[in-house]
């Protein structure tokens, strides 16, 4: 049985980044996902969608060929992926165990089977955009939760309206002013 806190013992060397307090609250740039501890290109922004906060780690739909699967199956009694049947990921350059894909779960993590879950404690990213090598743990891939956007969606349609309404009340105000002047 695969003990999950053990996904630490993948040891990084934060010298190697240049700007930690980057926080991008969204990614919208390209964007490569790498091993912490060797660099090994893991996944691109291609193949993420999204990012599963209860157990922390980034959902992809697909990996590089430089992630491999471990053939036999395991499982777990406790932890965050506790009731579990999975195949553990491992780093093809490190050797170290950084992500797993579930077969078989309890109901709350049914949307996470046949997923690539990468861990993001020890994973890496680089933002082409702005040429920066950042941690994973420091950007958010979270999707907006679909109760705010139909909030900000209402408010704009309310803004919509009440200017259609303005827009209406000069058209009448013009109408009144034209049959004025037609009268005279
Ligand atoms: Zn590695």
């Known amino acids: 049985m695969y003990d999950f806190e053990s996904f630490l013992s993948c040891e990084t060397d934060d010298q190697k980044l240049e700007n930690e307090s980057v926080n991008q609250s969204i990614v919208e740039n390209p964007v490569t996902f790498h091993c912490g501890q060797c ?3 893991w996944a691109d922004s291609r193949g993420v969608c999204g990012e ?3 157990v922390n780690s980034l959902i992809c739909l697909e990996v590089t060929q ?5 053939g036999e ?3 777990s009694l406790d932890g965050r992926f506790g009731a579990c049947v999975y195949n553990t990921l491992r780093c093809s350059g490190c ?3 950084m992500g797993v894909v579930l077969h078989s779960t309890p109901q709350h993590l049914s949307a996470l089977r046949n997923l690539f879950l990468l861990k993001k404690d020890k994973m ?3 933002i082409f955009s702005s040429g920066q090598m950042v941690k994973a743990s420091t950007l958010n891939f979270g999707v907006t939760p679909l109760g705010e956007g139909i909030s900000e969606l209402t408010q704009l349609i309310q803004e919509v309206e009440s200017n259609l309404d303005n827009v209406s009340a000069v058209m009448d105000d013009t ?3 034209d049959a004025t002047s037609s009268v005279q």
């Not at 430089?66 to 471990?70: A, E, F, G, L, S």
């Open 52 to 54: 599963a906060t209860s």
């Open 95 to 97: 050797v170290c165990r």
């Open 124 to 126: 890496y990213c680089y």
């Open 39 to 41: 660099n090994t290109v």
């Open 66 to 70: 430089d992630v491999t699967i471990n």
């Open 175 to 177: 109408r009144t002013n």
């Open 73 to 75: 199956r395991e499982w």
